[in-house]
């Protein structure tokens, strides 16, 4: 029987289609054309049956559609989902809109504030203690009323969120019944869209889930009315992938797991490609039209508990993906005196200035213009009537005007690659982000590389990271859609836990519950049991601390070594006499669909390549332009070369070679080693300087990161109220991450203090503290941690960071150091000077206990 595998795109739609024989058809289409088809997807398998529009299709002939789709992405985005109602405690009407306090765009001079999901509010009288005990019984008459209120103004969908009630989900549940009884058709209660803590990230989940809940039932009706998959039907089966990465049957597909759907294809189709030549260590790079995103595998999907998506907060479990706004439309620009690229986009309309409609020049200008890209090899689709090819001459025109604003004197071939050089970059510090950041040795990896735009650039970014492999599947262009029909059926329960390991009897109990639930969830749906494996995880944190790891629930000596072991490798230090908690218990339900592709080897051709110009090492060459599709196995190409296919060009490096292996995949490996070093000179470079500067600010980010997920302040952890940067030899600021402006403009100050009191005596591993407003402090709970950072012989300081926190309280007269009456610095706290808080690498905590304790107060 048939089986096809759709991505929905935002642009585009995939489909893989495996024929009853199990051949293998891709097709691609504009996911809206309305006066063409009224859905794609459809549309395309149509299309592929060798249907005419009037004819039904028969499904009969279909085993199965598998299907990722951005319908709900696109109405959040967009802002077009179902008019919702929310019914929270009393007193927090306000709740979502103020969140954590969290500004992330505190450089912004014209904030614009994400507009809400949910049109009305309705505070209920009812509340329900930490420990269960009934403060305010729940209003009956008051929620009747509301809901009446609010269905009489054309509300059907509602979202429930009150206080406590992941643990004591009591009035939920009344609340839930009433709407029922009020008419409304989509309910979403928080306890059942994330049974965890935080009422605020579980109430956005509930909203969430009812705003885009009713126009994800619209289009799988839709959808399964076209194929006439009835419920409970086996033939055609319709199933949709989760944002965790796998799929289930679409009467169990709701709008809080549809999120990350497309992509979440594409992080499965990279892990199991991959996986057929013995690749487990894997960086997955899909650069497309206007961003980029990466992801990272070694040995297990990764998955964010937290994540926000256009201005929204959730709490589900999706598949980590990090997103960069850099891809071929990204902008090129001059601006303050520097060459940037990004984060603005050309879009699909005007384009890139090779486009034909007038654009701004782009990424894919860069490439036009250095030869990587082939106008011949592009269909002639172009211009104001669609009908023209890629326009070089007007890309070369727009760099010779952008080079004489840039007063350089440099080719338009030199300045065209510069830009190239920061795009890379950009894109090599989102994968530092998902990797290095996190401890994770990248030069180990291979580069599974996917998206229409990514084998530009794919040696490049390789190069910038120091990894030696890159691997291209046949169909990396529809890898998402592909994806979709090689993944599993999974189901994940969550339970938030928050003890320690004496109740281990009781965890055991819980995930006991658990599996059985994910367990029967899949094999609901037609999966043997002998075919369903479970995963039992604990996330685990130190008392007192937020930042959880993940490690298998195990006797407790175990997760004790595992939580070290992560925590020492994820921050570079384990916490000491930590008393650990269990804060969370997931069992995850993993059922194999036994979907296996092996591609077929390419026969050898003896088809000779043709011949292209493109610019490389300084300079125009004759390359070889070599069809990918007659490539057979064991061929190799030394680069440079172009190696084309319909659904993007391969751009294979100086010093790279690229070899036909097994099922038609490139492997590209560095041939020769890459040159580590190189010296600039000391004439100011522009290019070189936006690539120090985005690389000095990465490091800053990636200090913040790390503060942010090891802290047990709130300030720091959920409000953000601090600062990094970097510093050079003399104190004087170098870069910073986009934080906190009054702490930035005056740490230098702090800096310089401390390197000019302690001059000659700062000794690797040294760290500092200090608060005084004399010496560059802002007020006293604005507390500065400096650190000198030595060469590799110990003997020089090369440059010091620094971060800056806000803490609760650091002593005075009253609780949170801000008396309105004080009249001298010491009221406000304990003023701290030059103090050394470690010492050669060891924390100094007596002598800092006695320090936070020598106020007046």
């Known amino acids: ?317 999706m598949m980590s993906i990090h997103t960069v706004a850099a891809g071929g439309g990204s902008l090129l620009s001059y601006r303050d005196g520097r060459m940037q690229v990004g984060p603005e986009s050309a879009g699909a309309n005007p384009g890139p200035a090779a486009y034909r409609r007038d654009g701004p020049l782009t990424v894919t200008d860069c490439n036009v213009l250095l030869g990587k890209l082939q106008p011949h090899l592009f269909p002639a689709v172009f211009g104001q009537n669609s009908d023209q090819p890629l326009d070089k001459a007007v890309v070369n025109k727009k760099f010779q005007a952008l080079a004489h604003e840039i007063g350089i004197e440099k080719s338009i071939e030199e300045l065209a690659e510069g830009f190239l050089r920061i795009a890379v970059e950009n894109m090599a510090n989102a994968i530092k982000k998902i990797s290095v950041q996190r401890g994770y040795d990248v030069t180990r990896y291979t580069l599974n590389c996917f998206g229409g735009a990514g084998g530009q650039h794919a040696c490049l970014v390789a190069d910038a990271l120091g990894i030696e492999r890159v691997f291209i599947h046949p169909f990396a262009g529809v890898l998402s859609a592909f994806g979709m029909g090689l993944a599993d059926v999974r189901a994940l329960r969550e339970h938030q836990f928050g003890k320690g390991f004496s109740a281990l009897a009781e965890a055991e109990k819980v995930m006991a519950d658990l599996v059985e639930k994910a367990r029967s969830e899949v094999a609901s749906q037609a999966i043997p049991m002998d075919q369903i494996t479970m995963k039992k995880m604990a996330h685990i944190r130190p008392e007192g601390a937020q930042q959880t790891l993940e490690v298998p629930f195990a006797a407790p000596q175990n997760m004790t070594a595992a939580f070290e072991a992560a925590h020492q490798q994820r921050f570079g230090f384990c916490p000491e006499d930590a008393v650990l908690l269990i804060d969370m218990l997931t069992a995850e339900a993993v059922g194999s669909t036994g979907e296996t592709v092996k591609m077929p080897d390419m026969p050898r051709n003896q088809t000779p390549p043709q011949q292209a110009e493109m610019w490389s090492q300084g300079a125009y060459r004759t390359v070889p332009l070599i069809e990918r599709g007659l490539m057979s196995k064991g061929q190799i190409v030394e680069g440079p070369a172009i190696l084309s296919e319909p659904t993007g060009t391969n751009i294979l490096e100086q010093g790279w070679h690229a070899e036909c292996v097994e099922g038609g995949a490139l492997i590209l490996a560095r041939a020769v080693p890459l040159k580590r070093q190189d010296a600039i000179g000391t004439q100011v470079n522009p290019v070189m300087l936006e690539v120090f500067n985005n690389l000095f600010m990465s490091i800053a980010d990636q200090m913040g990161a790390t503060l942010a997920n090891t802290a047990y302040s709130v300030n720091i952890k959920e409000r953000y109220d601090f600062s990094c940067a970097l510093f050079d030899q003399a104190g004087d600021l170098v870069a910073n991450a986009p934080h906190v402006p009054v702490h930035l403009g005056s740490m230098s100050e702090s800096v310089r203090t401390i390197l000019r009191l302690n001059k000659g005596a700062i000794k690797p591993g040294d760290v500092f503290m200090m608060n005084n407003p004399y010496n560059g402090g802002t007020h006293l709970p604005d507390v500065t941690v400096v650190t000198p950072v030595f060469d590799t012989s110990g003997e020089q300081i090369i440059y010091t960071v620094a971060s800056r926190g806000h803490h609760a309280d650091i002593g005075g007269k009253t609780p949170g150091s801000a008396p309105p009456d004080s009249q001298i610095i010491h009221e406000e706290g304990v003023v701290i000077d030059n103090f050394l808080l470690v010492s050669q690498g060891q924390m100094r905590v007596a002598e800092t206990r006695a320090l936070l304790e020598s106020g007046e107060y």
Request: aromatic residues 8%; hydrophobic residues 40%; neutral net charge.
């Open 1 to 317: 029987m048939w089986q096809f595998w759709v991505d929905r795109g935002g642009t585009f739609t995939d489909i893989v289609a495996k024929t009853p024989e199990g051949r293998l058809h891709t097709y691609k289409l504009l996911s809206e054309n309305p006066e063409a088809y009224e859905d794609a997807a459809i549309y395309g398998i149509r299309n592929l049956l060798g249907l005419s529009e009037a004819e039904p299709i028969p499904k009969e002939k279909i085993g199965a559609v598998k299907m990722g789709t951005t319908v709900a992405t696109n109405a959040l985005l967009e802002r077009k989902g179902e008019p919702t109602l929310l019914l929270i405690t009393q007193g927090l009407g306000d709740l979502l809109r103020i969140g954590y306090q969290n500004r992330p765009r505190l450089f912004d001079l014209n904030i614009q504030l994400p507009e809400l999901l949910y049109g009305e509010v309705a505070e209920i009288e009812e509340r329900i203690a930490a420990d269960g005990q009934v403060l305010q019984p729940c209003n009956i008459a008051q929620a009747k009323q509301a809901l009446a209120a609010a269905f009489a103004k054309g509300y059907r969908s509602v979202a429930i969120a009150l206080m406590h009630s992941y643990r004591y989900p009591a009035h939920e549940k009344i609340l839930g019944n009433l709407a029922r009884q009020a008419g409304f058709s989509q309910i979403s209660l928080s306890h059942e869209a994330s049974p965890l803590i935080k009422l605020v990230s579980r109430g956005d989940t509930a909203v969430v889930d009812a705003y885009l809940s009713p126009i994800l039932r619209r289009y799988v009706r839709q959808v399964s009315n076209a194929l006439g998959a009835a419920e409970q039907e086996k033939s055609p089966r319709l199933m949709f992938m989760r944002s965790n990465g796998g799929l289930t049957d679409a009467s169990l597909f709701e709008g809080r797991d549809a999120i990350l759907s497309g992509p979440a294809g594409g992080v499965v189709g990279m892990v199991r490609t991959a996986a057929e030549l013995g690749y487990d260590k894997l960086i997955g790079f899909d650069m497309g039209g206007t961003s980029t995103d990466v992801c990272h595998y070694a040995g297990e999907f990764e998955r964010s508990f937290e994540t926000e998506v256009a201005g929204v907060r959730m709490r589900a479990p």
